[in-house]
Structures are given as structure tokens and as C-alpha cells.
């Protein structure tokens, strides 16, 4: 990678949630190889019916670490997305310690505990989409006041899923949640564009991050085996993807995250973007 290359976000400051581990730590590290400070969320610890193993402060920690390591800037702190005072403060202080708020990444969510609609838990209904689609909105109030006041412009994207481009049984809170933030992504980027800031949403395929690579999800592929394995479920996670892979790695959806940060992406909003090795269309 060139000199020029690395500099894409010099200057500039980006917020990331869910950065303790997986697809938000990558994120962080990445922007910050290309010149960002990072203000990190995570609240490291169990989110009822998250679906995998939870993160923790030590996940946080070595984030923390790595973006250091490169020589950036960090401010990180573990908030409930769910809490938008909580968000909010976190957001306010990383400002007020980095000097300015550029970018932001609405990374956190959590899986659900995968099952029928008619079968699923109020509860845990209520957990995801508190987390996947209010957090979203939480986090995207709190920083854009922020953005809005540099008068530079920014950038805001959401994670969503392929899975909110087509649909898939026994995932109803984890769908819906992510199909929602398509029209959240749509309107901001309406509401937005006179302040030129820009609004996407990514939609990754499987990603090989503890979300996917976890016991609960080899049961969900593998209901024939009593415990089964990685090896075991690969060939599965193969089968929904067009490409010959099972998944995707981080790095494929934090180089899409960058794309859309950066200046090469300054006339894109508003679009949903599949990282899916074509999941979306089969």
C-alpha cells in the first residue's frame, strides 16, 4: 500500500460501535490505518439473546491497542447501544477529546436466538430490535448534531445484512431489524444531503467473525449433529454463497467501509451495498 494510499482519512475522526472484536474491531483498525482517530463502543459484556458469545473489556482493550499501535489516536468506552444517553455521552466526550467527528460506522447487533417467528420470545423479539435497529438510530442521533457542526460534511454507514435483501426462515427479529435499516439509511440520506453528509448501508454475506464462527450457529446448520464442528457446517456456509466460499474475512467488508468513508465514495449515497459473494441473488 502507497504512502497516498494510507492517507485517506487523514485528519478525520470516525465512531465505531461494536468495535471490541469481529467486523468493528477490523473496522477500526483499518480507518486508522488510513489516517483516522477512532471513538470506540462496545458494551462488552452479554446482551440478552445475542446468539453468540458475548465480548468483552478485554476484547475492547486489545482494539484499543491495535489502533495505538498504528499510531492514532483512540478514545473507546463501553455504552449500551440500546441506552441512547449512554451513546450520546460517550459520543459527546469523543469529540470533545478528538476535536471533530467525520465518520461513523453503526456496526453494533447482535444474532438472536434463531427459531420460528411464531415461536420466538417477546423478549428476545424485543432485545434485537432494540439493538439492531434503535441502536442504530441512537447512535445516528447522537453523532450527527456533531457532524452537522464542523461543516465539512461526514459520512454514516450502516451495517445491515444481506439477510435484509432476501429473505431467510427462523431469523424474523434479525431480518426485520436489518431490512429496517434500509429505510432508516434511505431517509437519513434524504434528510442529510444538504448538510453533505452521505448515507449507505453494507450488507455483508457470512463473515468469519464470532457472530457466525460459534456453537449456536453450527446447530443451526447442522440440526443432524449432536455437536458439531466447523468442519462440519463449512460445506453448509457454502451453499448460500454464489462465489466458492463459505465466507467472507473482515478485511472484505472493512475495505467497503473505507470505500464509502473516503473522497472516491463523495457522490454515493443512499445505496444498499451487498458484500455478499452473491448471496443477495441466489
Do not use: C
Amino acid at each position: 500500500m502507497t504512502d497516498t494510499m494510507r492517507r485517506r482519512l487523514q485528519g478525520r475522526v470516525a465512531f465505531i460501535t461494536g468495535a471490541a472484536r469481529g467486523q468493528g474491531r477490523r473496522h477500526a483498525v483499518r480507518l486508522a490505518e488510513e489516517g483516522a482517530d477512532i471513538i470506540a463502543l462496545d458494551i462488552a459484556g452479554p446482551v440478552s439473546a445475542q446468539g453468540a458469545p458475548a465480548a468483552t473489556p478485554e476484547d475492547l482493550a486489545e482494539t484499543v491497542r491495535l489502533v495505538e499501535a498504528l499510531d492514532r489516536r483512540i478514545m473507546a468506552g463501553q455504552a449500551d447501544v440500546r441506552d441512547p444517553k449512554a451513546v450520546t455521552a460517550l459520543v459527546d466526550d469523543g469529540v470533545a477529546q478528538l476535536g471533530r467527528l467525520d465518520v461513523v460506522v453503526a456496526n453494533a447487533g447482535i444474532q438472536g436466538n434463531p427459531g420460528p417467528a411464531a415461536s420466538t420470545a417477546d423478549a428476545d423479539w424485543q432485545s434485537v430490535i432494540d439493538t439492531n435497529l434503535s441502536g442504530v438510530f441512537y447512535t445516528v442521533k447522537a453523532a450527527v448534531p456533531h457532524i452537522i457542526a464542523g461543516g465539512r460534511g461526514g459520512v454514516i454507514v450502516i451495517t445491515s445484512s444481506s439477510i435484509a435483501l432476501r429473505a431467510v426462515p427462523n431469523m424474523a427479529a434479525y431480518g426485520s431489524a436489518k431490512a429496517g435499516l434500509v429505510g432508516l439509511m434511505r431517509t437519513l440520506a434524504l434528510e442529510l444531503a444538504e448538510h453533505s453528509i452521505r448515507v449507505n448501508s453494507i450488507h455483508p454475506t457470512t463473515v468469519a467473525t464470532p457472530m457466525l464462527l460459534n456453537p449456536v450457529n453450527y446447530r443451526l446448520f447442522r440440526p443432524d449433529l449432536e455437536n458439531p464442528a466447523l468442519q462440519d457446517v463449512e460445506p453448509v456456509y457454502r451453499t448460500l454463497n454464489v462465489l466458492p466460499v463459505p465466507y467472507v474475512e473482515p478485511d472484505d467488508i472493512s475495505n467497503a467501509v473505507l470505500f464509502l468513508a473516503s473522497d472516491e465514495a463523495r457522490y454515493v449515497t443512499g445505496v444498499a451495498l451487498p458484500i455478499d459473494a452473491g448471496y443477495a441473488i441466489k
